[in-house]
């Protein structure tokens, strides 16, 4: 694995070589920048309204890492499941596409050290988008007291998310050499995912429903969103990643014999 750390710099290097991760994550930062603070202004106004019309009653339940930063990161999670397939698109496809792959199989890299290092470069950017996200509850802290420890719960939980379905979209750009499809099939991919914990609820059968919400991801990034980052949750993340980048090795392991 010590040819690992120069692939993930090598394709650090090769997506801020374009302007496709600039503008990718300068929309994801406008898009989410522009719920959180919406939400954030919502909060306000109804926090007015109840002041106003005197019903301090209902001050207790004005939370708001509950009403902001929680449904904020559920909708951040939801614009990850659009962002990291256009992040892992070209991660093989473009390879593929420009026949480039033959030179890394060529060489004296391993399958596995080829996969990682495309993963670790991809969790790099993921790592970073997480980063700029903390930005917004950050200013929070600057003018009021939400939960650190249900912020941090919430970070985590849209990392984990993150790095689970960016191993899924790895394993779909290694099936095929073209990005566009890579993007689309890795989109559809991490939306399905995404809503089977929903499409549960329209079967009757108890069995099925256990399947799909625990198949489903939302099922295991809305606890973190609540500040209860279980082990449960992180293990499935890490399993989901772990089967991606095995399919994902093996997808790449078998174009030396093509």
Known sequence: ????PAIAAREIRSAFST?????????????AGFLFFGSFGFFLIQLQQIQAYGLHHLLERMNLNDIVI??????????????VPLLCMRAFAEERATGSIELLLTSPLTSWEIVIGKYLAILALI????????LFPALLFAYGDPELWQTLAN???LFAYSAGIAALCCF?????????????????????????DFAAESTSSEVVQQVLRYV????????????????EDLTYFGVMALVFLSL???????????
């Open 1 to 4: 694995m010590r040819h690992v």
């Open 19 to 31: 302007p496709v991760a600039y503008v990718l994550i300068s929309a994801y930062l406008f898009i």
């Open 70 to 83: 929680a449904q904020s990161f559920g909708t951040f999670a939801t614009l990850m499941a659009f962002l």
């Open 127 to 134: 790592a970073l988008i997480v980063a700029l996200t903390a």
């Open 155 to 157: 970070l985590l939980t």
């Open 172 to 196: 779909v750009s290694a099936l095929t050499r073209s990005q566009i499809v890579a993007a689309v099939v890795g989109l559809i991919a991490s939306v399905l995912l995404l809503v089977l």
């Open 216 to 231: 489903g991801t939302s099922g295991h990034f809305e606890p973190g969103l609540r500040g209860q980052v279980r082990l």
């Open 248 to 258: 994902c090795r093996a997808a790449v392991e078998s174009l030396r014999w093509r």
